[in-house]
């Protein structure tokens, strides 16, 4: 069972630190609010312990997550996950769809997977604990995520393509770090039944690409004492996005125009240096490796 992409997730240790993520986001991506999740005197009665805007950057939702509310005093389960998970390098986990949420719940079940439901949430989505997916939360929700501009029918993300000076067509893959592609195709490929697809080669890396819907997942093993290899016995999970452009050189040449460093072939594919970059590793690149999708969210498709 192969499920659109519906967010990407990370933590923040703060919610002090969250006004200048989000405006990393707006200021370099053109990233466009399509909700905010806010702690107000009634919220806070209702339990609410985070705070979070969903950042639309083309047609992939980033939501930035910090504690706020209850979740601020130690001891919240919420809040000390969010502080847990706040590293450089470190994100909290994918979102997919699924049309029907017991079936998806069986689907998992039958594969060995335990799953979690917070009370109240029972008929809008469950988890799968990130010590279950190589270090990556998994959360199938069956809901629309509030504010989200992809189901509406007029809406299109080629704002970000045709004027942003980024030229961004779509999430091309989301790369996790892995001690072994047998550990990968094992989990990937047999478990979650990801049909195994051609892989590019990446500097300092091996690859093995997984087709999980309308993205791909590129499971990375680095070579010993590698920050590959080190991220995936210390960090574990999401290692990297990777977002295709229209133009690479352009896109480059706009991120250094604002004093960005930039990290690998300007050419082929580059990031900005994660110290610059909220500590997240982020891919451009204009190529389309053979036998993957163009770039572009399924999500109204589940």
């Given at each position: ?25 707006e200021?370099v ?55 847990r ?65 992809r ?23 989301v ?109 451009f ?18």
């Amino acid at each position: 069972m192969r499920f659109p992409l519906v967010h990407i997730s990370w933590a923040l240790a703060d919610n002090a630190l969250r006004p200048a993520c989000d405006a990393f986001l707006e200021g370099v991506f053109g990233a466009q609010r399509a909700s905010e999740i806010l702690v107000t005197p009634e919220t806070e009665a209702l339990g609410l312990d985070r705070e979070e805007s969903l950042m639309m950057v083309g047609d992939t939702m980033l939501i930035p997550i910090a504690p706020a509310g209850r979740g601020a005093m130690e001891g919240n389960p919420l809040g000390d996950m969010l502080r847990r998970s706040a590293m450089p390098m470190r994100w909290i986990g994918l979102a997919l769809k699924a049309t029907d949420l017991a079936a998806a719940d069986a689907w998992f079940a039958a594969r060995g997977f335990r799953r979690h439901y917070d009370p109240g949430m029972e008929a809008h989505y469950f988890l799968v604990p990130r010590g279950q997916a190589m270090g990556m939360r998994l959360e199938i929700v069956a809901q629309d995520m509030p504010g989200d501009p992809r189901r509406d029918a007029g809406w299109s993300p080629a704002w970000w393509r045709d004027a942003h000076p980024l030229g961004i067509e779509g999430l091309q893959a989301v790369g996790v770090s892995a001690p072994s592609l047998q550990d990968a195709r094992a989990l990937f490929a047999e478990k979650l039944e990801w049909p195994e697809i051609s892989a590019p080669a990446l500097p300092g890396a091996q690859v093995a690409a997984f087709a999980m819907g309308d993205s791909v997942l590129e499971a990375l093993e680095g070579v010993e004492g590698s920050p590959l290899a080190d991220h995936a016995r210390d960090v574990k999970g999401i290692y990297h996005l990777v977002y295709k452009v229209a133009d690479a050189a352009g896109a480059a040449t706009y991120l250094r125009s604002k004093g960005l460093p930039l990290i690998g072939d300007a050419e082929k594919r580059f990031a900005i240096h994660p110290d610059k970059a909220q500590g997240r590793l982020i891919w451009f690149t204009q190529v389309t490796p053979p036998g993957y999708p163009e770039a572009g969210s399924r999500l109204g498709k589940a």
